[in-house]
């Protein structure tokens, strides 16, 4: 058994990684930028960008398993993802575990919905983690903005969220990677409570000890203001489209799904934030 965790820096894929390191399986970490140092001793690193199509063959090579992130700025599945998985499949790869979308079976828009037509359209046996928003978030995406500005700046109105933190979602990828899960299933995978990022907000002021004020930008207004920040335009549109689902009430769903994957509740908003602060 040869895993592949592609995105094995990242909040999710690295969380993955951690989680199988200790079991006996071969684990191959795929990278853009390999540098030494970048994951734990004993993975194989090898150099995969999912826009370079020469690097696919080797980083593919003797891969039976695969875990699969989406890399923010793609939104292209066509030139990029789908091509890749084809190539997965003529190496041989039999099973993919994708970090989806909750809600993606309504959303259209989302290049994650493209990515799982496309595990299924090629046969592999999957996996879909149909995340929820992920808590991480508050200190990736709007760690700035919260630590220097004091503010969470959403388009997202009143519209609720059912928060989920990645350290959960990977413990289900561990599950679904070792076998443990039934194969070719999708979870919808959230916190056990909807919060607006009003409440997320008096949850960061009361654990931070400053107040931290939610800003509710007009969709234009949040698009200026991430143009202004460079951010790619790709990536902004996908933002701007999790936000418009988040306000039109796309976000809410609870599920017990997670809680019973994992026979334990699911880490709570707060606890997230008490364990994180120190970022903010």
Request: glycine fraction near 8%; charge should be positive.
């Amino acid at each position: 058994m040869t895993i592949l965790i592609t995105g094995a820096t990242g909040n999710v894929g690295s969380a993955v990684l951690n989680g199988l390191v200790n079991q006996p399986v071969q684990l191959v970490a795929g990278l853009r930028a390999p540098a030494k140092g970048a994951v734990a001793a004993g993975v194989q690193v090898r150099l995969l960008d999912f826009e370079n199509t020469t690097t696919w063959p080797a980083a593919l090579a003797g891969i039976t398993q695969m875990f699969l992130v989406r890399p923010p700025q793609i939104s292209d599945v066509k030139r990029t993802l789908g091509p890749f998985l084809e190539e997965a499949k003529r190496q041989g790869v039999r099973q993919v575990v994708f970090l989806s979308l909750l809600g993606v079976e309504n959303n259209p828009l989302v290049p994650h919905r493209a990515i799982e037509e496309k595990i299924r359209q090629l046969g592999f046996n999957f996996t879909m983690l149909r995340a929820s928003f992920f808590m991480q978030n508050l200190y990736t995406t709007h760690r700035q903005e919260i630590r220097d500005r004091s503010e969470i700046n959403v388009p997202a109105a009143m519209g609720r969220t059912s928060f989920v933190d990645v350290r959960d979602l990977a413990a289900v990828g561990v599950q679904a990677l070792l076998g443990q899960l039934p194969p070719n299933q999708a979870y919808p995978l959230t916190g056990s409570e909807a919060l607006t990022y009003e409440e997320v907000a008096r949850q960061l002021s009361a654990e931070l000890g400053r107040p931290i004020r939610y800003t509710n930008p007009s969709m234009l207004a949040f698009v200026l203001q991430k143009r202004r920040e460079k951010l790619p335009w790709g990536f902004t549109l996908v933002m701007l489209g999790l936000y418009t689902a988040c306000k039109l009430g796309l976000a809410a769903k609870v599920t017990p799904d997670l809680g019973v994957l994992l026979g334990r509740s699911p880490i709570s908003l707060a606890q997230y934030i008490r364990d994180y602060r120190e970022v903010w």
